[in-house]
Antibody, heavy 119, light 107 residues
Framework: QLQLQESGSGLVKPSQTLSLTCAVS??????????WSWIRQPPGKGLEWIGY???????YYNPSLKSRVTISVDRSKNQFSLKLSSVTAADTAVYYC???????????WGQGTLVTVSS | EIVMTQSPATLSVSPGERATLSCRAS??????LAWYQQKPGQAPRLLIY???TRATGIPARFSGSGSGTEFTLTISSLQSEDFAVYYC?????????FGQGTRLEIK
């Protein structure tokens, strides 16, 4: 059974870079036909898609965040990562990683990790 | 970007009754529409994909319908564990986008 697990710093200072990693277990991140995404949810609010990386390494980012986002993959560790630069309080959210299959939405999801931007 | 609009924002229904949730897309997404359930402190769970196909392990009381720009999630007989927030999401276009959610609460 495929499982995803986020990890990283839970507290980031304004203007710094948020860094998170999603470890994939129970399957290979190099399997074709899937993309690996980051999605976030500010406290008490809805879901915002951040971006994805394909197993080949190709990426696509939400235009609203594109200038600040980098998603990368480490196939040797079976994980992918998110970097979000120049963070502000508006970037405080629970960050989820998830797999998107071919025409079936996001499943599974990681359990999510709360990142707070504060000095 | 495709804007997904859900209605109502909050729906109050008694256990055992039927709940009908709506989702509208600002342009056609064909049948590339998913529904998720989210409970407090948990990640969203995929319920429906392809607008009408139940995900693995999802009870038959959950059903989805629609195509193009208008979609519906129906829960035929509400159980206590169904009270949660529900999101629709389109995966027809990039960037992917979610509705703002419908909170299903006990009446």
């Amino acid at each position: 059974q495929l499982q995803l697990q986020e990890s990283g710093s839970g507290l980031v200072k304004p203007s710094q870079t948020l860094s998170l990693t999603c470890a994939v277990s129970g399957g290979s991140i190099s399997s074709g036909g899937y993309s690996w995404s980051w999605i976030r949810q500010p406290p008490g609010k809805g879901l915002e898609w951040i971006g994805y990386i394909y197993h080949s390494g190709s990426t696509y980012y939400n235009p609203s965040l594109k200038s600040r986002v980098t998603i990368s993959v480490d196939r040797s560790k079976n994980q992918f990562s998110l970097k979000l630069s120049s963070v502000t309080a508006a970037d405080t959210a629970v960050y989820y990683c998830a797999r998107e299959g071919n025409s079936y939405g996001y499943d599974p999801w990681g359990q999510g990790t709360l990142v707070t931007v504060s000095s | 970007e495709i804007v997904m609009t859900q209605s109502p924002a909050t729906l109050s229904v008694s256990p055992g009754e039927r709940a009908t949730l709506s989702c509208r897309a600002s342009q056609s997404v064909s049948s590339n529409l998913a529904w998720y359930q989210q409970k407090p402190g948990q990640a969203p769970r995929l319920l429906i994909y392809g607008a009408s196909t139940r995900a693995t392990g999802i009870p038959a009381r959950f059903s989805g319908s629609g195509s193009g720009t208008e979609f519906t999630l129906t829960i035929s007989s509400l159980q206590s564990e169904d009270f949660a927030v529900y999101y629709c999401q389109q995966y027809n276009n990039w960037p992917r986008s979610f509705g703002q959610g419908t909170r299903l609460e006990i009446k």
